[in-house]
């Protein structure tokens, strides 16, 4: 025990150094021994976390702090992608890794002949895009040597995973979908949505439905909940009383809003992970998907956009000059959504959102320019309350009510330092969330384990 207290409060002396109370932080970290070495270790590792982002927002509240993580991609070009291995030549370079790079790779694979690791590198690191870069390293550190990983094992541990990652990768090649999966969730699973019009794009079916007459017994029997279908030229959209028709025409949907691309992004140089991470909670949940759909109106060759909750904030975009926004510095998605991200954005490359302010609280709203319905904050910050408190009010996401939240600032969990995520569920006990570097990708965790691992400071969004 006399080990875990000398750990715990080498763990606060760390806290110190993020401008806290050296008195607070020693005690919150000796109070957790009581419920064993582990919980200790966890507590103050969790602490740690959250006084370094307590502290960044002291010092600048206005500031967007979640824009440092580092990336090798340049404003001007295409996100760093791969392809799928039928694509690859038959014959790569076989990469030789080294110890270190053995023992990083191999960490969590079992069994695996190091021959075999290092064929499954080559052929991964062999991988481009439509375009012909590459997104994956073998450089230690790096976030793209995490997803080499992550990609690696699934090859191993989870085929249908690495085949359903390597079916995106032959699409995006193909030209068929904007998406790629530059950023791969260790232990994540594929987006049901984005694996419904992948099937739909592999079988050469329509990825929605389409009915001749507008009858509405047949149209609630095949259709649920968020999902849009035609009839005719008309576009509609299912919610929750029956159907609304949408402000524009089946070739303007289709063109903002194909197969795939509409539910997934993969964030470019723009450093807008916050207002990535608020899309997608708007794009997952179903009653949000309604609501989000209703913000594009269209007037011709124009389609304009306005914010949710604020029909006067608005930005207008030319349907014959889409290709502007292939800039490489939005995300890699359809232009439906390369509109809205757009749009939070302010000029001269600043990010239109503002963190929340533990010490004086007083921003009314979280990317405003995308989404100004009412946000709350946790009853205070999670560093001063338990971890109880923190569960209750994290069991109250869904049915609209989704969370954004500073990453823990680790990439073997999937996260990122300094980085927001999209959580947009919960159910029995587990939270789901994605990672904006790739939102086809989720991963469900306990919320324990998410408090303890990947909570940083945050807010609710009602949408």
């Known amino acids: 025990m006399a080990n875990v207290i000398i750990s715990a409060l080498t763990k606060a002396e760390r806290l ?20 064993g070495a582990d919980d200790a270790a966890k507590q103050a590792q969790r602490l740690a976390r959250k006084a370094k982002y307590n502290s960044q927002f002291q010092s600048n509240p206005n500031v967007d702090t979640f824009v440092r993580e580092s990336t090798t991609i340049q404003a001007g070009k295409v996100n760093p992608v791969i392809t799928p ?12 890794l080294d110890s270190k790079e053995m023992a990083f790779f191999s960490e969590n694979l079992k069994g695996v002949k190091p021959n075999d690791i290092e064929q499954a590198v080559s052929e991964i690191l062999a991988l481009e895009n439509v375009n012909g870069l590459t997104g994956f390293t073998r450089k230690l550190g790096h976030k793209s040597a995490y997803s080499t990983r992550a990609l690696l094992e699934a090859r ?19 030209g068929k979908i904007k998406y790629f999966p530059s950023f791969v969730m260790p232990n994540g699973k594929t987006n049901p949505l984005v694996k419904q019009d992948m099937e739909a794009i592999l079988s050469g079916k329509n990825y929605y439905e389409q009915f001749s007459r507008l009858e509405p017994t047949e149209i609630l029997a095949k259709t649920k909940l968020g999902d849009v279908f035609s009839v005719g030229d008309k576009m509609y959209v299912r919610d929750v009383s029956g159907y609304i028709p949408l402000k524009m025409d089946k070739k303007t949907y289709e063109l903002l809003f194909p197969p795939v691309d509409r539910y997934a992004m993969a964030q470019g140089a723009s450093q807008n992970c916050g207002a990535i991470a608020v899309i997608n909670n708007m794009v997952q949940v179903p009653s949000n998907r309604v609501k989000l759909l209703q913000l594009y109106e269209q007037n011709g060759n124009k389609v304009t956009v306005h914010a949710l909750g604020d029909t006067t904030s608005r930005m207008t975009f030319d349907l014959n000059d889409l290709k502007s926004l292939d800039d490489g510095i939005l995300s890699d998605t359809s232009y439906g959504l390369k509109m809205l991200e757009r749009k939070g954005q302010l000029a001269g490359g600043r990010t239109g959102y503002s963190p929340p302010s533990y010490t004086e609280r007083t921003e009314t709203f979280f990317v405003p320019n995308i989404n100004k319905t009412q946000i709350e904050y946790m009853s205070d910050t999670p560093l001063f309350i338990s971890k109880q408190q923190v569960e209750r009010e994290l069991a109250t996401i869904g049915n609209g009510r989704t969370f954004v939240t500073g990453g823990g600032g680790n990439y073997a969990l999937g996260t990122g330092d300094n980085h927001w995520c999209s959580v947009y569920d919960y159910k029995n006990g587990t939270i789901r969330f994605a990672n904006p570097n790739a ?19 945050g807010v609710f969004h009602n949408h």
Do not use: C, H, W
Not at 85 to 96: D, F, H, M, Q, T
């Open 85 to 96: 291995s039928r694509v690859i030549a038959s014959k790569v370079p076989l990469v030789k």
């Open 439 to 457: 939102t086809a990708d989720y991963k469900d965790v306990p919320i324990s384990e998410f408090i303890d691992d990947y909570l940083g400071i």
């Open 156 to 174: 191993f541990n989870d085929p249908q995973r690495y085949d359903e990652i390597l079916t995106l990768i032959r699409l995006n090649k193909e």
């Open 16 to 35: 110190a150094r993020y401008k806290m109370s050296s008195t607070n932080v020693v005690t919150e970290a000796i109070t957790t021994l009581v419920n």
